[in-house]
């Protein structure tokens, strides 16, 4: 229940269920528990009749009630007496006692009564136990309040609150449309794309954060060109000066071979430092991408790095799908970790690929015997500038890892890193299928 849509949703949900039970309520204490006040009232005064051994008739004549007439007058309106014994007492047991029919019972019959109601098979029940007749039970079918009366009531509320609620869930719908254009287009600029400028519908709020989010990618696909005029001016002018020293020093004469030596490496070394920028500031065009075999690279990989002096061991396993992807960036990420294991780890590398059981993930695990990593720094080598402890060396700029890190996930994988319980340290890559 985190989403606007979600929220919304619940709220009209609740706020219609709460106007259902309150019109409920109301329905009962204005104009359904008013009814059953007056037919108590009735229902006492027929009792108290069928009680009295004298009548008042409206002639003034005075009559006296014997046994079976007050009998018949209970037959003709449906009420009828029973005792413990009676099998008809089961109902009374099963059903449910009213308390303010019971109150007011008796306060009518001025001896304390209990009233229950139950639902029997053709409509509902009364039954009446009143200290007034302290033997007997008396029952009260209400014909003309049926359970089918409520039916219509229950089905036009259920079908009122669906189409309330089936509304609601369009106009949020409608509403919240802009809204998740927006969460497309900023998940695609959190994966180094740059969306297409979203048209600016909605409410005046929705409008104002389009616009603003229209800016902000806009600004970042100039800053982007900027950068990479910026790196190619750069790395322009500073090789053209460094390519000239050393055509300078390779003419340098034989006696000052030892300083020549000392400034080419100085120089290859200016080279290398300016490609691993390059490398890391230059973003993986999606366009580009290509169904990437993972153990072809791998294996091309090996072949150039490997060598009688350093063999690595390759345990491949069969990858049903091909990675979708930048085939020169993913195999700049083996070499990386190949090249990083050969220089820090011990004598032993091995590089090995998996699948995932659906066939969705492939792995590269890159192993070695080497002294491994800190485990304060097993997340920290990923970042820009950082090198790992002086048991792994401290070469280089400090990049080789964030260009792994960089261009992983670029393809919407993962990599990690943990020293293995037999000493040396593991890296994990995982690139998703298809």
């Avoid at 409008?207 to 990618?217: C, D, G, I, K, P």
């Avoid at 993986?284 to 002096?309: P, R, S």
């Avoid at 004598?347 to 492939?362: L, M, R």
Wanted: proline share 4%; glycine share 6%; net charge negative.
């Amino acid at each position: 229940m985190k989403s606007t849509f979600a929220r919304t949703l619940l709220l009209l949900a609740s706020l219609l269920i709460a106007s259902q039970v309150f019109s409920y309520l109301a329905v009962f204490n204005y104009a359904l528990l008013p009814s059953l006040q007056q037919f108590n009232r009735i229902l006492a005064y027929e009792v108290r009749l069928m009680l009295a051994e004298d009548v008042t008739l409206e002639s003034g004549k005075n009559v006296h009630l014997g046994q079976p007439l007050r009998r018949q007058l209970l037959e003709q309106l449906g009420v009828s007496i029973h005792d413990e014994n009676d099998p008809d007492m089961k109902e009374y047991y099963q059903a449910s006692p009213v308390e303010f029919l019971s109150e007011e019972m008796t306060q009518e019959l001025g001896a304390p009564t209990e009233v229950r109601l139950i639902l029997g098979a053709d409509s509902y029940v009364l039954w009446m136990k009143s200290e007034a007749m302290p033997e007997f039970y008396m029952r009260i079918p209400l014909s003309e309040l049926q359970e089918d009366d409520f039916a219509p009531l229950f089905r036009n509320s259920l079908f009122i609150a669906l189409l309330v609620i089936l509304g609601g869930w369009t106009f949020i719908k409608i509403q919240n449309r802009p809204l998740m254009a927006l969460q497309t287009a900023a998940r695609k600029v959190g994966k180094g794309e740059i969306p297409d400028p979203l048209p600016e519908k909605g409410a005046s709020e929705i409008q104002a954060v389009t616009r603003a989010f229209n800016q902000m990618s806009k600004g970042i696909q100039k800053l982007e060109q900027d950068r990479a005029l910026l790196m190619a001016g750069v790395s322009h002018d500073i090789r053209t000066p460094l390519t000239r020293i050393r055509l300078a020093t390779e003419m340098m004469s034989p006696e000052d071979s030892y300083l020549a030596e000392s400034m080419i490496k100085d120089t290859e070394e200016c080279n290398e430092i300016i490609g691993q920028f390059m490398d890391y500031l230059k973003p993986v065009a999606k366009q580009d991408f290509t169904q990437v075999d993972v153990n072809t690279i791998v294996n091309e990989v090996i072949l150039a790095e490997g060598g009688y002096e350093r063999e690595i061991q390759t345990k491949l396993a069969m990858i049903p799908k091909a990675i979708n992807g930048n085939a020169v960036a993913i195999k700049r990420v083996i070499t990386n970790l190949v090249v990083n294991a050969i220089r820090y780890g011990g004598d032993w590398i091995q590089v090995s690929t998996s699948v995932s059981a659906d066939h969705k993930t492939v792995w590269i695990i890159i192993e070695d015997n080497g002294p491994g990593v800190d485990n304060a720094q097993l997340e920290t080598v990923f970042e820009p500038f950082t090198r790992g402890d002086t048991a792994r060396g401290s070469e280089g700029t400090g990049l080789g890892l964030a260009i792994v890190k960089r261009i992983v996930t670029q393809h919407q994988g993962e990599v990690s890193l943990s020293n293995r319980s037999e000493g040396g340290l593991k890296v994990q890559v995982e690139f998703p299928l298809g």
